[in-house]
């Protein structure tokens, strides 16, 4: 930054300025053109805002339910009373955990008595 004794220093901006000359047909024009692109930028500015507020309010309510209900489901799931209920094995699964426990014993007792006939047979 340059010495206070070098800054430049500008003149005061009026509150309002007056032109008391008639535009030309190219500067209305011109203004007409930065007219109508302020506005078409207001426009998608507040179509962009109108878009944004359901949004923003859909967000906070939707976090503030999900982090509301996994509170809840979290407390609910470790009660201590509950965890010997939630762990215990279905009836169904504990009926076809026997039946495959029973089957797998049949089918070793079953390769015992073929690698005994087999083996029978390659004695003789």
Do not use: W
């Amino acid at each position: 930054m340059g010495s206070p004794s070098n800054m430049v220093k500008l003149p005061q901006v009026p509150d309002t300025m007056r032109n008391n000359e008639m535009p030309t047909d190219r500067e209305r024009i011109e203004t007409e053109i930065i007219k109508s692109l302020i506005e078409s930028y207001f426009n998608i500015v507040r179509k962009n805002f109108l878009d944004m507020v359901p949004k923003t309010i859909m967000y906070f309510l939707v976090n503030h339910s999900k982090d509301s209900i996994q509170n809840e489901l979290v407390s609910e799931l470790y009660k201590e009373n509950e965890i010997a209920d939630l762990l215990r094995e279905t009836d169904d699964v504990a009926q076809r955990r026997r039946t495959c426990a029973e089957m797998r014993g049949l089918l070793g007792r079953a390769l015992e008595i073929v690698n005994e006939v087999r083996d029978f047979n390659t004695f003789k």
